[in-house]
């Protein structure tokens, strides 16, 4: 999951101690154990989901893993996800206090896998039936053709509405392309004086509109830079062009994401591009006491496709784990069908196995809306310093939201900061 990071710590930019106990000493013998059944000791394991709303699930299905496997006990941390990138790194590189088991953003498995932090999980107990996960969660949990973590939990943005200012605008559908969505905006605010849009001024959200134009951030393959290419240059034209023509709000470049927020939940704008983890913020608001007023679809296309990156959390394995046998199969256990299920139905997250799309998960609108927002969606590029890149690129994208730099002139900027920066082996145009 991404929500946007700082705008306000983007523009200024113009370690924790680990902490973890790490496995029993028994764990060298259950490495080697060949028979689940037989697969004992002590594991840790790092959860970043939110310590109030989400751990109690996580803690029921322990529960439920630790009665299924008598033999393994598991310790169970919270850490706070915006400590825990570095608590890890910090842990691993010391070789002291890294948990056996973590919950990873996305976007965090790349650079752990590079610097050998991570058990490859192929072959093992914990990657089990790979053609039942969703294309995009798995293909984000590779690095150098090997796979380093197993998809817990996925997301990507949508196009979310107020179905209640399109009918008063006379708006039957929501839109499919750009340009439809800018005619909309511009109805909806002829006939209800209701801004058309909100666009976040975080790079991450720009990626619909440069990918709806056939650019894209990197072509890892051949060791491109293509954040600058003529494509994607158009692609962020489009952004510009909403927000010069009056039909998206000019954003906040302090506080983008929270005003957008705001904005919406209080029905002052129609539309914004967010995702399911905004859904139950969104519904706390005036605008949609009713839940029914809240629709969803995949983003617009632009003139060649409409994509959407995929976000989400993998489970992986720290290769320096003493007991690799029992963190295989809690992973194994913890992304199952059936467990997830279980979490999406007690917290509304998205599953990435297609199993776990049962009845039960999408007799609920919001995940029925967003597993159609799901089959548009596609990874980010996997390479380490992926959190780099987007900062880099969200301070140029405001710069040319803010209009002291073009398109081409901010884009260009970026690349060559991503060359200097993290990518010194990749070419540009």
């Known amino acids: 999951m991404r929500r946007g ?28 154990a060949k028979n689940p059944a037989d697969v004992s000791g002590t594991i840790t394991w790092w959860d970043t989901s939110d310590a109030t709303n989400e751990a109690p699930a996580y803690k029921e299905l322990i529960k439920q ?180 023509s009056g039909v998206a709000v000019k954003p906040d470049f302090t506080d983008g994401y929270n005003n957008m927020q705001a904005s919406f939940k209080n029905g002052d704008v129609a539309m914004v591009i967010n995702g399911p983890w905004s859904v139950a913020d969104d519904l706390s608001g005036k605008a949609f006491k009713d839940k029914a007023n809240l629709g969803i679809a995949p983003v617009p296309a632009g003139s060649k496709a409409s994509a959407s990156p995929v976000g989400g959390h993998n489970l992986v394995a720290y290769a320096g784990s003493g007991n690799l046998q029992a963190s295989y199969l809690f992973i194994e256990f913890m992304t199952s069908s059936s467990s997830q299920e279980f979490i999406s139905d007690k917290l509304g997250t998205l599953p990435t196995r297609t199993s776990a799309y049962t009845t039960k998960v999408t007799s609920d609108p919001v995940k029925a809306a967003f597993q159609k927002v799901l089959e548009k969606a596609q990874p980010r590029p996997t390479v380490p310093g992926t959190g780099d890149l987007f900062t880099v690129w969200t301070q140029n994208y405001i710069k040319i939201l803010g209009g002291s730099s073009s398109p081409s002139e901010g884009l260009d900027d970026t690349a060559d900061q991503w060359k200097q920066q993290v990518l010194k082996d990749y070419s540009t145009k």
């Open 5 to 32: 990071i700082s705008i306000l710590a983007a523009v200024a930019a113009l370690s924790l101690a680990a902490t973890a106990c790490g496995s029993d000493d028994d764990g060298d013998k259950a490495a080697e």
């Open 65 to 244: 893993f630790e009665t299924k496997y008598p033999k393994i006990k598991v310790k169970y941390t919270n850490v706070p996800f915006a400590d825990a990138e570095q608590k890890f790194k910090t842990a691993a590189q010391s070789g002291k206090g890294a948990p056996d088991v973590m919950r990873a953003d996305v976007g965090w498995t790349p650079g752990f896998a590079a610097n050998q932090y991570l058990a490859p999980l192929d072959g093992t107990p914990a990657l089990k039936d790979t053609g039942d996960f969703l294309t995009g969660p798995l293909s984000g949990a590779t690095f150098n053709d090997k796979t380093y973590g197993v998809p817990q939990v996925t997301d990507a943005l949508g196009l979310l509405y107020n179905k209640d200012l399109f009918a008063k605008a006379g708006v039957t559908s929501p839109p499919t392309t750009w340009d439809e969505l800018k005619q909309t905006a511009e109805k909806i605010k002829k006939k209800t004086g209701a801004d058309g849009i909100y666009l976040n001024p975080d790079s991450y959200f720009a990626l619909p509109f440069v990918w709806g134009e056939g650019g894209g951030m990197l072509d890892t393959e051949a060791k491109k830079i293509l954040v600058n290419t003529e494509e994607s240059v158009r692609g962020v034209e489009v952004v510009k062009d909403l927000i010069d």
